[in-house]
């Protein structure tokens, strides 16, 4: 069916990397772009960046540039997204969300989530 | 840079009832915008697109509404499975507003 599989849990030490995978299965996987989305404990939502699958093109929030990589593997219909120089304050959910007008790396609606990552950072 | 706002933070309310839940823009956001429904432990799921165009699979009793800046979502009758967090969301890069909890009475 179709649907968004995340990779598992993960716990790191502040100033580390991580990075979370999410393996689309039951659609064409370059015909849509794919956000990430995460939720710090008790709070709300926060985007953090879009990825194209197709052409591995990639726009990223603000508050994440320069710490964050997002890529495809289109042999694997997955993609990652990569978190550098971690602190405490991004111990959240990770989930990962398909566009679903997905033109030009431009946000429409998010119409297929991931089931979420856990990321806790500490010490 | 537009900012959604969500009125109630909370909205306690009983089964049966009708939910009223609020969202607004600091600007126009034109009829582009969507609402969400997170359960604890769970992903958010699509409601609502478009401002008031229901999601596949969504039951009639969501209804959304609005244009411009001011934007609501209308649960007709609630049913148990409808307690959770309504998020908001527009198409820009502070897409989502802070959430809306429908809680029991």
């Known amino acids: 069916q179709v649907q968004l599989v995340q990779s598992g849990a993960e716990v790191r030490k502040p100033g580390a990397s991580l990075k979370v995978s999410c393996k689309a299965s039951g659609y064409i996987f370059t015909s849509y772009h794919i956000h990430w989305v995460r939720q710090a404990p008790g709070q709300g939502l926060e985007w953090m960046g879009i990825?194209?699958?197709?052409?591995?093109?990639?726009r990223y929030a603000k508050k994440f540039q320069g710490r964050v990589t997002m890529t495809r593997d289109t042999s694997t219909n997955t993609v990652s997204m990569e978190l550098s120089s971690l602190r405490s304050e991004d111990t959240a959910v990770y989930f990962c969300?398909?566009?679903?007008?997905?033109?030009?790396?431009?946000?429409?609606?998010?119409?297929?989530w991931g089931q979420g990552t856990l990321v806790t950072v500490s010490s | 840079e537009i900012v959604l706002t969500q009125s109630p933070a909370t909205l306690s309310l009983s089964p049966g009832e009708r939910a009223t839940l609020s969202c607004r823009a600091n600007e126009s956001v034109y009829s582009y915008l969507a609402w969400y429904q997170q359960k604890p432990g769970q992903a958010p799921r699509l409601l609502i697109y478009?401002?008031?165009t229901r999601a596949a699979g969504i039951p009639e009793r969501f209804s959304g509404s609005g244009s411009g800046t001011d934007f609501t979502l209308t649960i007709s009758s609630l049913e148990p499975e409808d307690f959770a967090v309504y998020y908001c969301?527009?198409?820009?890069?502070?897409?989502f507003g802070p959430g809306t909890k429908v809680d029991f009475k």
């Open positions: 990825i194209n699958p197709s052409r591995g093109n990639t």
């Open positions: 969300a398909r566009d679903m007008v997905s033109y030009q790396l431009q946000l429409s609606y998010f119409d297929l």
């Open positions: 969301q527009q198409r820009g890069d502070w897409p």
């Open positions: 478009d401002a008031s």
